[in-house]
Every structure is written in structure tokens, then in C-alpha cells.
């Protein structure tokens, strides 16, 4: 520390006094090559306050303790030169000039340095930090990724120096040769952190014609806090947590914590450590490939044994091939004698069948004799009926004559109904003649003599026709005789039964007159006597 300072101006006597008068700007000058003058470069410890950024390099804050505060700036702040970024709350040593600020009658210091103050500061610094990265979830483990089992190329970012990367090197040759590619970086100091930040980003980035690590080891031996700071930054932190491929983190000793231990997807112990975790031992693999080995061997000899059981019972229940074989082939040949011997034996039953059928046929005479019997009782049938139906017709006219109202007013519909009896007696007749027609015309022989008989019935059914017309009244009334019937319609059959003045009825065969019954003379409406024509008495 330099104690040269620098004389003042002269003051200005004042008029009639001793004391010198100074401008404004004098007095500030003074004061500011005093301070610089008696301090020069100092180191202060203290809280970080009030801490405001300008730029990326620029900051302006405030160091306090329990007795007072002192203004403080930075103007070109760098990782590499500055020293640690001031934080709020942040306990550090600053290293600068003391400097006065004219402007506002400040003292300030011109801080080119800041480090932190002791290892409790570095430990509650770390641990604000782990808190808030946790929040993140940059330490979950589900972010975590299971290491390949046998990487071809290792990827190391340590430093190029140190013992580390020849333990790492020595434990992989011993355990199983692998490729390693180094990305030598400071492992501390200034600018160590963003070292390994770009290290891991950049084995993460390398192109595809390069061969690309499987697995990354960040490693570094042991010291102290300070030592092990740069494993403490968040911008490595973060860059362990980015990278997509599985990293292991050997950073100090056994007992050491750092934040990237959080981010990794496997912690190490040592760098050794970490090379048996990214590395199985050869010597290892090969017992658990033989022990394997042994066990298929016993399983599938296990497995031979048991099919040859299985197969050993299975044959011992199978039964006799051979004899099979020979029943088979004599049951063969039992059948293909049956089959020579087959179509013989069905012309016999066949033969035999027809004989009984032949025997029972009737003979065609036989047949023929039965259906003209079957003809002749038909043809008495059919007469029956015709003379029951001819008998039946003629009690209903006489009894239907004695109910008619008037003759007039019946005789045309009982005419009809007559004619329609009669000609359904002959459809009912030759109905049955055409069906015992069909019936002989489906006899197996023809019968010559089936017509003549059927133009016999015909004959005879066409005169029992003219026989029952002959019978019917108004055939009678054809002829030339009446029917005198009453004013009811009953038939008049004796004169003694016509009272004087007596209205009758007399039908003829053309039409019928009404007539009153007078003695000695007749008056009859319609007749000769309406004429004026006398024709005596008819009774």
C-alpha cells in the first residue's frame, strides 16, 4: 500500500480568519485523492446488498456487516478474471480501490475481484442452489437413464493432466478394453465450470461420421470445496441434466457432494468407481457366461431325459403295429372274396324277389271280369238312383202343385226347377259313367267291349229322361187336358166340390183363365163367354 499522497491546492484565506476556504469541487478532489492515497488496494468482507446488473458485466451492489455498509462496483466483470458473480445475501471478499465519487459526496470501491468468504458461504450458496434446481426437477428420478451394458467408446471429460484419466484408462483395460475418447478441460479455477458445461454439450453434438461415446465419466480427484466449486455451477448442472447420453459423475472422494451427483444418471464413489460402473469385468462376464452356460447345458439335459421318458411310457402303451397291420390285411382279403362272390349272390336275391312278385300278379282276365263287375253294379247304381231321383222329383211336384199360389205365377219357375233337376240327374250320371270310363281306360289291357256298354247306359239314361218328362203334369197339360184349381190354389178333382158363384182357376197347356161357377151358364174373364160366346155350363 503506497502512503505517498498528493498536497492539495493552497486554500483561500478567508477575509479576517485562519480558516481556508475550499470550492466544492476542490474539497471533493481532495477528499478522493486522500482516500486513494491512504488505502489503495484493499480487500473487504461482506454481504452482498442492493446488487443491480447492468449489462452482462456492469454491477452495481452494496457490502454490509453487523456495522455499516460500503457502496461497491464492478465494470468489467469476467468468469475467468473477476472471480465469483455477486449474488444478493452472498458472503464474498471483495479486492479493489477505494475511490470517492465526486457527484454525490460517496465513497465507493472499485471492486476487480470477488471471492467467497470461507466454506460456510460456498455450502449455503450450494444449497440455495441444489433447492432451486430441485424445485426444476432436474433431480427426479425418473429422469434417470440405465447405463449400457457393454459401451464400444467411453466419453471422459477430465483434465488431461491429472492422474484421474490414468485410473480410468488402467481399470478399463483391466476389466474389459474399450475405446475412450478424452475431452481434456480445467477441473478448477476460473472458467472450469464452463469448460465442463461445454464438454458434456459438445460429446452430445458430435456430428455422425464421428464415433459417438455410449456412456460420459466426469471425473475429478479429490480436494476441497473451493477446489471442487466448479462442479457446483449451475451452468454444469444443467448440462449434465441436458444431455442425452447416460453420464456418470465421479467428482472428489467418497464422502464428497457436489450438485452434479444430483443431475447424473449414476454416481461414483472415485473415477475408478466410475469405470467399473461403466465397464463390466471380462473375467466376470466370462464365469456368467460358463455358470449360464452349465445351466443350459443341465436344463436341457434335463429336459432330454424327461422326453426320453415320456417316450419310453408312450411306446410301451402303443400297441401291436405289426399285428394291426397283419388283421388288417387279412380282413382285406376276407372282403375281397365277399366282393367277387357279392354280385352273384344279389342276382339270386333279385331273381328270387321277382318270383314272388310274379306270383303275386293278378292275371289280366281276372282283372278284367272284376272291373266289369265293378261296371255292372255302377250301371244298377246309377239306375237306382236316376229312378229314386226321377220318383223323389215327381212326390215334391205333386206335393209343391197342391201349395201353389196361383198356376199362372208357378208354372214357369217349377218348369225351370224341373229342368234343373233333371239336368243335373244327367251330369250326376254321366259324371259316374266318365269316371268308370277313366277307371277301364287305366286298365293294363284294353277292354273293346267298355264302349258299347257306355252307349247302352247312355241310351238308357236318355229314356228314363223322355220317361220322367212323359210323367210330369205339364206334359199331361200339353196333351189337352186342364187343371182346375181354386181361389187358394188347391187342385178342384169333383164337380160336387164347386159351390154357385164359386172363382176358379183352369190352367191349360199354353196359360190358364180364371172362371166363376154360375148355374145353368159360366162366365169365364179372358175366355169365348167374356166374348159374348155362350158355351154352356163346363161342370
Not at 197 to 225: H, M, T
Not at 283 to 288: S, T
Not at 326 to 348: K, T, V
Request: proline share 6%; with cysteine; hydrophobic share 45%.
Amino acid at each position: 500500500m503506497s502512503d505517498a499522497t498528493t498536497p492539495a491546492a493552497p486554500p483561500r484565506a478567508a477575509g479576517g480568519t485562519n480558516v481556508p476556504e475550499y470550492t466544492v469541487a476542490e474539497l471533493s478532489g481532495a477528499v478522493k485523492r486522500t482516500l486513494e492515497g491512504t488505502f489503495g488496494r484493499v480487500r473487504v468482507r461482506g454481504e452482498v446488498t442492493e446488487c443491480r446488473p447492468y449489462g452482462a458485466n456492469r454491477f452495481y451492489f452494496s457490502l454490509k456487516d453487523e456495522g455499516g455498509q460500503l457502496r461497491a462496483v464492478i465494470w468489467a466483470w469476467s468468469a475467468g478474471r473477476s472471480g465469483v458473480k455477486p449474488e444478493n445475501g452472498t458472503e464474498v471478499i471483495a479486492t479493489g480501490k477505494i475511490t470517492a465519487y465526486g457527484d454525490r459526496s460517496t465513497y465507493q470501491i472499485v471492486v476487480d475481484r470477488l471471492d467467497y468468504a470461507g466454506e460456510g458461504a460456498l455450502l449455503a450458496r450450494v444449497e440455495k442452489l441444489r433447492k432451486a434446481l430441485e424445485a426444476e426437477g432436474l433431480f427426479a428420478e425418473e429422469r434417470k437413464r440405465p447405463l449400457p451394458f457393454l459401451p464400444a467408446v467411453i466419453g471422459v471429460v477430465t483434465s488431461a493432466q491429472g492422474a484421474v484419466i490414468q485410473d480410468i484408462r488402467t481399470t478399463l483395460l483391466r476389466r474389459f478394453p474399450s475405446r475412450i475418447i478424452l475431452w481434456p478441460v480445467a477441473v478448477q479455477g476460473p472458467g472450469s465450470a464452463e469448460q465442463v458445461a461445454a464438454a458434456i454439450a459438445g460429446f452430445n453434438a458430435l456430428p455422425g461420421g464421428f464415433p459417438r461415446p455410449e456412456v460420459l465419466i466426469v471425473a475429478r480427484g479429490g480436494g476441497s470445496l473451493e477446489d471442487l466449486m466448479a462442479f457446483n455451477e449451475e451452468v454444469v448442472v444443467r448440462a449434465a441434466a441436458a444431455s442425452a447420453i447416460p453420464l456418470i459423475s465421479a467428482v472428489g472422494h467418497e464422502t464428497d457432494t457436489t450438485l452434479i451427483d444430483f443431475a447424473a444418471d449414476r454416481r461414483a464413489p472415485t473415477p475408478t468407481a466410475a469405470a467399473e460402473l461403466a465397464m463390466p469385468a471380462r473375467a466376470e462376464l466370462l464365469e456368467q457366461v460358463q455358470q449360464r452356460a452349465l445351466r443350459l447345458t443341465r436344463a436341457g439335459q434335463s429336459v432330454m431325459d424327461a422326453a426320453r421318458y415320456r417316450l419310453a411310457r408312450a411306446a410301451a402303451e402303443l400297441p401291436d403295429l405289426p399285428g394291426m397291420l397283419l388283421n388288417a390285411r387279412q380282413r382285406l382279403d376276407d372282403r375281397g372274396e365277399r366282393l367277387a362272390l357279392a354280385p352273384r349272390a344279389l342276382l339270386q336275391r333279385q331273381r328270387g324277389r321277382l318270383n314272388d312278385l310274379a306270383a303275386r300278379l293278378v292275371h289280366p282276365r281276372e282283372q278284367v271280369t272284376a272291373h266289369r263287375a265293378a261296371l255292372a253294379l255302377l250301371d244298377a247304381r246309377a239306375r237306382g238312383a236316376v229312378a229314386r231321383i226321377v220318383e223323389a222329383r215327381r212326390a215334391r211336384l205333386a206335393a209343391a202343385a197342391t201349395r201353389l199360389p196361383h198356376p199362372r205365377e208357378g208354372v214357369a219357375a217349377r218348369r225351370a226347377a224341373l229342368a234343373l233337376l233333371d239336368n243335373r240327374a244327367r251330369a250326376a250320371a254321366l259324371r259316374a259313367v266318365d269316371r268308370q270310363a277313366r277307371a277301364f281306360a287305366r286298365l293294363p289291357e284294353p277292354l273293346p267291349r267298355l264302349e258299347a256298354r257306355l252307349r247302352e247306359a247312355r241310351l238308357a239314361l236318355e229314356g228314363l229322361s223322355a220317361r220322367l218328362e212323359g210323367a210330369s203334369y205339364q206334359g199331361l197339360l200339353a196333351r189337352g187336358f186342364a187343371l182346375v184349381r181354386d181361389a187358394s190354389g188347391a187342385p178342384v178333382t169333383r164337380a160336387a166340390a164347386v159351390t154357385p158363384g164359386q172363382r176358379l182357376r183352369i190352367e191349360f197347356g199354353d196359360g190358364g183363365v180364371e172362371v166363376v161357377e154360375a148355374r145353368g151358364s159360366r162366365a169365364a174373364r179372358g175366355g169365348p163367354a167374356a166374348r159374348g160366346v155362350d158355351q154352356g155350363s163346363l161342370l
